[in-house]
């Protein structure tokens, strides 16, 4: 008896069954949407029961087991709540065993599009501790993401990182409610897998390869009534399966099929297992058989029956399936700010209280062996105890921190499509809680670390520590904080004296500081001397001026602020391009679109097989006026701010809409920073936008955890579009983009701290799509900065912003810009995002840590993206460290990363450092990579873009 009719007998499948219905029952368990999680979980919304009432029937139908009913599970959170203080109820939960499998097990069912790839990597990593310490060890393979607005094209880095086999999916451009549309050309995603199989291999740009299911038919293929009884007619609808729009059904890959029956807080019908062994007793001579079991159970019949076939699933390379949905990744900004604020706060906490943990101790018991110290002396709170003891609370703080920003992952969370009264009552509050304790812990820490440095200040001088939050070794600028009658008259690090400084108002200062090592502090001293005001000017504002254009200037950009509009005027890279202007149609032009779309959808989207897309469409002002003002013009920085109101006609009249604009250059960098500040009128959306000098075919932008290269797609008939509505696609982006002209040179690049929404405005082509009429440049590229779109846009839910907000984004000039594969734009936005940070070190410090230290250094493609304690493990360090370079015949480059002496000497056993490969759900993997150590080197050969490092004493 072969693998397949081994564990087909065992679920009591016949052999003769010639087609096989694997049915899962489940529930689908928004963290929140409609009402808040609370509320759901008590009470229940939209006309849904409470979900604690849905799990008390799942428990009380399988405790039944006659015959056997089985149940999944994929939000944690849900579950977590179940159980909470019930002993009773959790030991009923734990006897059923396999008749209850998790699907995923994150704390909620995450985003995989706009989400922190860390943030979505910790969602899973949370919810699978949880069902380890409350149910034991479960093999949990597949990821269950099937409410999500598209999906990510490199998704499969992600699986992959995080030791899963694969992911079940629903939403893909062409799908409609004939799936997939008749309108869809065979371009569309729903097309392709129309004409081949919902069951593939899916594989990301770097050889990461994952089994894919489609759910061609949604989450809710299955379902009927709200937990009403099960009808044999029911059942005949899933054994027969809808017929696709254009004609044909679709196709499975062996004689087994899957229905989901997951819809929103669905009840499980009580009498799903004796329906269905009533409907195989009359439909066995058929051949037809069907089976309630998980979709873990599928996959796993799918697969042992192609093996006994010599079969594989077909595999796609260049698997794009977004859009979708892209309204969601702009709606609601503070929701993404705060999100990737928390996330980056979190991320830049952890390697400090590592050091306060492993590396203190270790420092300290090192000197207390060669007698530079005593055992309490430097540690005044209670010996070389004292560290590990902070550390151990900022470890608890750190895991309640992430705890409460993982609900933020949320399909309706970050993508901000909750209608108003969960948005205000709930998720902006909820973030701003995880927002102050991720800045709580990261303040303490540095705080703590700065402590435990033993620093030399000579006489009259004060003692900083600064922190580098990222894994390069810099020079840049820090801000740092005097008393007011203070003047700052030198400053050095222990290497170099006379660095530059700059006074930035009557308390703040920038000092530059040199090679800041990578990922780890140096102290800066600094000499003061009181203030005197008749030799201590403090920084003068310039009066405003309007229409006067102003110059900003360093050695490596120049840029020229139109007075009038408050616009770039030109753009000079004086690197590589000093006589041409980059941006000679202007820069950062704010547009205001008229659109229509709501909450999820932009308005000139198509969002169903007979739609046609809504209005999206330029505002043209009746009148605009502005006023400049230089704020800063240092030898460090120099910052200008735009005030322009804008005569809008909205409505019958005219709307004045005032928006603040912020312009700032550092010298050394090759980056134009900005920051624009308003609020969007109610039905616009408003875009930065930014006229280059040469036409755009693609954007190369960084995704969740690596990085892609797109033109613009349409993916359904023109005439399916609004002729009024400008059509773009917006690229759901991470960290950074950049522009690539038709001859594929890179003709500007962008940064942005959390504004995913990038698109080719106009372009005069899309792929998919006919070519719009002659004469539509494409030289433009916008930025949706914010919207305010309170239509349903035919969606689920709808909501307005009329918040101000404060977007951060910036331009990288060519002297600046390399390939993704190079790592060279994934370095210069962890460096736009990740800001040197300054902490006053005590008179008295407490410790024996070095002046200096780098935790860990990497070179080239290679970029180290957190560092911290285990989870699971907290006397480990673990790295996360991605190549980003292109595989060379499937391989990828060699990962080689160096260890900081403190963090290699934490990690040794009298011998080489302990090091090995896990997943990112800090698990073992079935077939690590080698991993080779050569003193403080640690290299290997990846088998995935993501790794994770493992340090084990």
């Known amino acids: ?249 679709f196709e499975f890959p062996t004689r087994y099929q899957f229905v989901p029956i997951d819809c929103d807080f669905e009840a499980p019908y009580p009498n799903l297992s004796s329906a269905i062994q009533t409907w195989n007793e009359k439909n066995r001579a058929s051949g037809k058989w069907m089976l309630q079991a998980s979709y873990q159970t599928y996959v796993a019949l799918r697969d042992e029956a192609l093996k006994r076939n010599g079969q594989r699933l077909t595999e796609h390379k260049r698997f794009v399936p977004n859009p979708y949905w892209t309204g969601c990744y702009a709606s609601h900004p503070g929701l993404k700010q705060g999100h990737f604020s928390a996330t980056r706060a979190l991320l830049a906490a952890e390697p400090l209280v590592l050091i306060l943990g492993k590396l203190q101790a270790t420092v300290g018991r090192e000197a207390l062996t060669n007698g530079q110290t005593s055992d309490t002396a430097p540690y005044a709170q209670g010996g070389l105890g004292f560290w590990e003891g902070v550390a151990s609370t900022l470890r608890r ?55 435990a440095i033993a620093t030399r200040p000579q006489e009259g001088e004060q003692a900083f520590c600064v922190y580098n939050p990222v894994a390069l070794q810099r020079s840049a600028p820090v801000e740092l904080e005097l008393a007011p009658w203070l003047t700052l008259t030198a400053a050095r690090t222990s290497s170099q004296s006379g660095l530059a400084f700059q006074r930035v108002d009557a308390t703040h200062w920038l000092v530059q500081v040199p090679d800041a090592p990578s990922l780890g502090y140096t102290s800066l001293y600094v000499t003061t001397a009181p203030f005197e005001p008749s030799k201590d000017l403090l920084p003068d504002l310039s009066p405003w001026t309007t229409g006067q254009d102003v110059v900003l200037s360093t050695r490596q950009v120049r840029v020229t602020l139109n007075g009038e509009t408050g616009d770039i005027k030109s753009l000079h890279d004086l690197g590589t391009r000093p006589t041409t202007n980059l941006l000679p149609n202007a820069g950062n032009q704010l547009v205001f679109y008229n659109d229509q779309g709501g909450l999820y959808v932009f308005g000139m989207e198509a969002y169903g097989a007979d739609s046609i897309g809504l209005t999206f469409a330029p505002l043209e002002p009746t009148s605009t006026s502005t006023r400049l003002q230089v704020l800063e013009q240092g030898a460090l920085r120099q910052r200008v701010r735009a005030i322009t109101t804008y005569a809008l006609p909205l409505g019958s009249g005219s709307t004045a809409v005032t928006v603040v604009r912020e312009y700032e250059l550092l010298e050394g960098e090759p980056v134009l920073r900005m920051r624009t500040i308003g609020a969007a009128p109610s039905f616009t959306s408003v875009m930065a936008r930014f006229g280059l000098g040469e036409a755009i075919q693609s954007l190369e932008h960084g995704t969740a955890l690596y990085w892609d290269d797109n033109r613009p797609r349409l993916y359904f008939k023109a005439s399916k579009y609004n002729p009024a509505s400008t059509q773009m696609t917006f690229e759901a982006t991470h960290g950074f983009v950049q522009a690539r002209g038709h001859d594929g040179g890179r003709a500007l690049g962008f940064l942005h701290a959390a504004t995913p929404a990038w698109a080719i405005e106009n372009p005069a082509s899309m792929l998919g799509g006919d070519a719009q009429p002659a004469g539509n440049d494409s030289t433009h590229v916008v930025a949706c900065l914010m919207r305010n779109t309170p239509a349903t846009g035919g969606n689920g839910a709808s909501g307005s912003d009329a918040a101000s907000h404060c977007v951060e984004y910036a331009v990288v000039v060519p002297s600046g810009l390399t390939a993704p594969s190079t790592g060279g734009p994934q370095r210069n936005a962890a460096l736009y995002n990740g800001p040197l940070i300054a902490q006053a070190v005590p008179v008295d410090p407490a410790g024996t840590s070095p002046e200096s230290l780098s935790l860990v250094s990497t070179e080239g493609s290679i970029l180290v993206t957190a560092v911290k304690p285990g989870t699971n493990a907290p006397e480990q360090a673990v790295l996360r460290v991605l190549q980003l370079g292109a595989p060379d015949n499937g391989t990828l480059p060699q990962v080689q990363v160096t260890l900081g002496s403190e963090l290699a000497s934490a990690y040794q056993q009298g011998g080489p450092v302990v090091a090995g490969l896990q997943s990112a759900l800090e698990k073992e993997l079935d077939t690590p990579p080698t991993v080779t150590v050569d003193g403080a080197t640690v290299s290997w050969t990846p088998d995935c873009a993501v790794s994770t490092l493992v340090l084990s004493t």
Request: with cysteine.
């Open 1 to 249: 008896m072969n693998s397949e009719q081994t564990l087909a007998q065992s679920l009591g499948i016949p052999e003769e069954a010639t087609q096989v219905v694997v049915c899962e029952m489940a529930g689908h368990f928004d963290w929140d949407w409609q009402v808040p999680f609370l509320n759901y979980y008590q009470t229940g919304g939209g006309n849904h029961p409470p979900v604690q009432n849905s799990l008390e029937s799942a428990l009380n139908y399988m405790q039944d087991n006659s015959p056997a009913y089985r149940y999944s599970i994929c939000e944690m959170s849900y579950l977590e709540k179940f159980v909470s203080g019930d002993s009773s109820r959790l030991a009923q939960l734990k006897a059923q065993g396999d008749q209850l499998s998790f699907s995923g097990a994150g704390i909620t069912s995450a985003e995989n599009l706009v989400t922190h790839g860390e943030a979505f990597i910790r969602n899973y990593l949370l919810g699978r501790r949880f069902v380890e310490q409350t149910f034991g060890p479960r093999k949990i393979q597949h990821l269950w993401i099937p409410d999500d607005f598209g999906s990510d094209s490199q998704l499969p880095i992600a699986v992959k990182a995080m030791g899963y086999d694969g992911a079940a999916f629903w939403r893909i451009p062409g799908d409609g409610a004939k799936i997939p549309s008749k309108d869809a050309n065979e371009l569309a995603p729903a097309s392709l897998l129309h004409k081949q199989s919902v069951d593939f291999t899916w594989t990301a740009r770097d050889g990461s390869a994952m089994t894919a299911h489609w759910l061609y038919a949604g989450y809710c293929q299955g379902n009927s009534k709200d937990g009403a009884p099960v009808t044999q007619s029911t059942l005949n609808g899933y054994a027969n399966g809808p017929t696709a729009g254009k004609g044909r059904p």
């Open 397 to 451: 703080r750190l895991d309640e921190a992430w705890r409460l920003l993982t609900c933020s992952t949320h399909h309706d969370f970050v993508p901000g499509t909750a209608p108003d009264p969960v948005y205000r009552s709930e998720q902006r509050p909820q973030l701003a809680i995880a927002q102050a304790a991720a800045r709580e812990v990261l303040d303490s820490s540095l705080r703590s670390v700065a402590q």
